[in-house]
């Protein structure tokens, strides 16, 4: 095979495009006059092996670097070019001086596959990456698609993800960022929601497809805890470019629960150079947190704001038609047989948390495997208030439709049928608005149960109920009533 640094002028137009990566590293890692004055003057000359070399304009400026900036320029080239690759600087009218990266451990550890070409010049066949200190990620090399990253859990596909409107935007940046990842404008790509709602599922998923698609051939899935605790491991280990090196070479990076972030100043700084380095080379940021960005306590400003110049797209509780194919996808997974009427129960029971609602399939498939009794809606029951804390009798339409009715004394069918006259036209746009606010009913299913109206005018009666209770106090007093007589039914 021919080696496309042998020629002197593919070395240099190397050398030039792996210092460009540098510069862009480290312009956001020091102050811009520093910048100007130390690093645009530093010019790359060619490649020696695993040499970048760099030419500077005095014995002055070299020592200036070395006592400055050895340790920022230390990282950024194993990040940039990979463990063992050292710099040599010119200078004028001198010889080659070769510096820093003095036999670190990294060089020490480097793999034994020759990896003398630096990955981010490799387009087919990158060289194995390690982390020195735990090895976790593999990546896909001459074609082999088995081999996925250790951390990403194979489990959690899009195959697998069923859509609907509460994970709509959601799903689809996913999917976006998965099929084109750090080439979309969602980037950092940050979901959240409350737990169980399944950000780790989509973030996975995204992970998966990527990296089988060949699309990203490096990924690190971490959580927010452990890239905190081998931050404070490097540090103690004096591996601290080993751990930069691991995160900055990534294609893809994938951080669950960035609210666990809070309060750890240190891990949030070296984050934050991970972050601009990884998006100054184009590289893909998926993160979750459990509130929306500008929302994220104890996280440094500057942090919030890189992640809020992405796409933040959130994850609310699943309507009960999503429930019910959640739960049917799971059932088939756990190659379980449910009656419809148990699946319609556990879907209305568990609202709010598909961890949940998956355990409780999960307990009733052990306890009928194991005593044999069948799987009623009563089991169910019993199980559901083991699982459960915050159990809820699903309210429904009819019934909503009915109390309003009552309430305002007009006849049920009149909400069903094309009359305008205001009375009606209120009292169906609070039943309207009711059922979307306590019944987690699409606006589909809403729209359906009223005269089959569709779903843009449900969202426009839930707008008018909503700005009438603000600026109306009668009509924020009835539907607290309401509110109180339909909560009454739900015990
Ligand atoms: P989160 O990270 O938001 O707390 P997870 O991603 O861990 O939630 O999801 C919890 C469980 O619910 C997982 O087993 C996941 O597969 C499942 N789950 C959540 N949402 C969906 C969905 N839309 N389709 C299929 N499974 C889902
Ligand atoms: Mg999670």
New binding site residues.
């Given amino acids: 095979m021919t080696n496309p640094l042998q020629s002197p002028d593919a070395g240099s137009e190397q050398a030039k495009e792996l210092w460009q990566q540098c510069l862009s590293i480290l312009k956001e890692s020091v102050p811009p006059l520093s910048f100007k004055t130390w690093f645009e003057p530093v010019k790359a000359l060619r490649i020696d092996n695993d040499h970048l070399v760099l030419a500077i304009p005095s014995q002055f400026f070299y020592d200036w670097l070395d006592e400055h900036y050895s340790e920022i320029l230390r990282t950024t080239i194993l990040t940039v070019c990979g463990p063992g690759w050292k710099i040599t600087y010119n200078i004028p009218s001198d010889d080659d001086h070769t510096v820093f990266l003095k036999e670190s451990e990294s060089t020490k550890e480097e793999p034994a596959e020759p990896a003398a070409l630096p990955a981010s010049l490799q387009s087919a066949t990158p060289p194995p990456l390690v982390d020195p200190f735990t090895p976790r990620f593999l990546i896909r090399m001459n074609g082999n698609t088995n081999a996925l990253p250790r951390d990403l859990n194979p489990?959690?596909t899009f195959a697998?993800?069923?859509?609907?409107e509460?994970?709509q935007l959601a799903?689809a940046a996913a999917m976006a960022v998965a099929n084109n990842p750090g080439g979309t404008t969602f980037n950092p790509l940050v979901l959240y929601?409350?737990?169980?709602?399944?950000?780790?599922?989509?973030?996975?998923a995204v992970g998966n497809q990527a990296f089988v698609s060949g699309k990203a051939r490096r990924i690190a899935y971490v959580t927010s805890e452990r890239f905190t605790t081998e931050f404070i491991e490097s540090i103690q280990r004096d591996k601290t470019s080993e751990f930069s090196y691991y995160y900055r070479s990534v294609d893809l990076l994938i951080v669950?629960?960035i609210q666990f972030f809070a309060g750890k100043d240190k891990t949030q700084d070296s984050f934050f150079h991970t972050f601009n380095a990884l998006y100054q080379l184009g590289k893909q940021i998926v993160l979750?947190s459990d509130v929306p960005p500008k929302d994220l306590e104890g996280l440094d400003e500057r942090l919030i704001s890189r992640f809020q110049s992405g796409l933040t797209a959130d994850?609310q509780a699943?309507d009960l038609e999503?429930r019910l194919?959640?739960l049917q996808?799971?059932c088939e997974e756990h190659n379980a047989r449910l009656s419809g009427e148990v699946v319609q129960y556990l879907a209305s029971a568990v609202t709010k948390?598909?961890?949940e609602?998956?355990g409780c399939l999960v307990r009733l498939i052990a306890h009928t495997s194991l005593t044999a009794r069948p799987i009623t809606v009563d089991l169910a029951r019993e199980i559901v208030h083991l699982v459960v804390k915050d159990v809820s009798t699903p309210l429904t339409i009819d019934q909503i439709q009915c109390v309003v009715c009552r309430y305002y004394d007009i006849p049920e069918e009149q909400l069903r049928s094309k009359t305008r006259k205001k009375e009606i036209v209120i009292a169906r746009q609070i039943a309207m608005y009711l059922s979307k606010e306590m019944t987690n009913s699409s606006l589909k299913t809403i729209g359906m149960f009223f005269g089959g109206r569709d779903h843009s005018t449900v969202i426009h009666s839930y707008q008018t109920v909503e700005d009438l209770s603000k600026k109306d106090s009668s009509m924020h007093h009835a539907l607290e009533d309401l509110k109180r007589k339909l909560s009454a039914l739900r015990t």
């Fill in positions: 489990r959690y697998n993800f069923v859509k609907g509460s994970n799903h929601g409350g737990s169980g709602l399944g950000k780790t599922h989509l973030v996975h669950d629960d979750t994850i699943p999503t194919a959640i996808k799971k948390n598909i961890r609602l998956e």
